[in-house]
């Protein structure tokens, strides 16, 4: 099978490829073509892909491409990693936002706005092509805005797109491991919007254990979600939040603490990838042990700013480990090609599944996996503060939909300033002019 990764020449592209070099099944992945726009990073990439394969048997086959159509043509698989506008796209979004007083994350609030107004033409261009040159292809999306990018590519693709994220994924092995339970046998009941979902319940042998850990602030100090969030907010709530729910729960200390900081996440990102991309211009380096140092600094640094604002310590040890969005692919892709039914959490159409939204809605839930796609599962309904976050961040990625579809920079206007997490109508207004002047690729906004 032939697999075509979408911004190949990305940074955690290893991780992916690493998943495929356990795969010994039969009908496994057999070619994995990388296209990317910068044929620097390709190669460098290309070069780690290389080290993880010596003395690997039957190691996928990799080409590289510049040439989208190229790449897509014939693909089995599509794997959507792209990134608009690089990091130094991501860096502006934060430093405008917060130059406002909002936060500027990539996912949430104004920050992710302005990359999902970036992404979401290029997505659709994206999703067109493969209806042409790869009309049975399977396309997994983990570019971000995950959810948003999800839906505004199965307008076009339906239910072959398939969105997937590490954070729920990360969340049920961190309650399972408090709970003394083996994440490979918990079912969980989790649901909600991509970066923006709680964990309602974790059964072991059909028994929900989640009461047992909530009642004991010691276990729920034990693991991440407890210590960011802190055990008697998990009480009060009776679930517990995806760890991106920080930035609503504790906006102002979240943007203070990104305000504060030395750089932002995407500032550090920014000049810890330029610095292992130009090293791997040497052909004397070693390019899977420099890739490896690189990505243990990066995983130990995730949201950094929000555990300082908690005051929640380091990341443990475990969670630096890989196991996250790479596992939930390659277990996504056997479920469809050798119709090997699972659950996982994915990003996916609605249809009835949470009454609250419409059925075209791409909500974040567990779904049943087999040769026919993801299905999603029947959950608990959500909670009226849940349900409230929910409608309103849904109702935004519509208006940013919207605008992508018409330019309308009014429609854009609008998206900031319904979002929860920006104040004002004003400001609203100051950030599309500040984001418009910075970002070419928002230059259709008019």
Known sequence: M??????????????????????????????????????ARLTAIARVLADQAEGVPDAPRITVTTDLDEALRGADFVFSAIRVGGLEGRAADERIALAEDVLGQETVGAGGIAYGLRTVPVAVDIARRV??????????????????????????????????????????????????ADPATV??????????GWLRGLRVDGHDELPRLLVDAELLGSFEEGRLFGADWLQSLGAIPNEYLHYYYFNREAVRAYQEAEQTRGAFLREQQATFYAEMERPDT???????????????????????????GERDASDLESGGYEKVALALMRAIAHDRPTTLILNVRNRATLSVLDEAAVVEVPCSVDAN???????????????????????VEREVLAAADSGSRATAVKAFALHPLVDSVTVARRLVDGYTRVHPALAYLR
């Open 286 to 312: 070693p390019a899977l042990a420099t890739w490896d140092r690189t990505r243990a600094e990066r995983e130990a640094t995730y949201m950094a700013h929000n555990r300082e604002a908690a005051g929640a």
């Open 373 to 395: 796609g993801a299905h999603p599962l029947p959950v608990s309904p959500l909670p009226l503060h849940a349900t409230g976050l929910v409608c309103a961040v849904k109702a």
């Open 187 to 196: 079912s969980l009941d989790y649901a909600g919007l991509n970066h923006l």
């Open 2 to 39: 032939r697999l075509t990764i979408l911004g190949g020449g990305g940074f955690r592209l290893p991780l992916v490829y690493g998943a495929l070099l356990g795969d010994h099944a039969e009908g496994r992945i057999t070619q994995v073509v990388l296209h990317d726009v910068d044929p």
């Open 131 to 180: 209806t042409r040159l790869a009309p049975d292809a399977w396309v997994i999306n983990f570019t971000n805005p995950a959810g948003l990018v999800t839906e505004a590519m199965a307008r076009h693709l339906g239910d072959r797109v398939i969105g997937i994220c590490d954070s729920p994924v990360g969340l049920g092995r961190r309650v399972a491991h408090a709970l003394g």
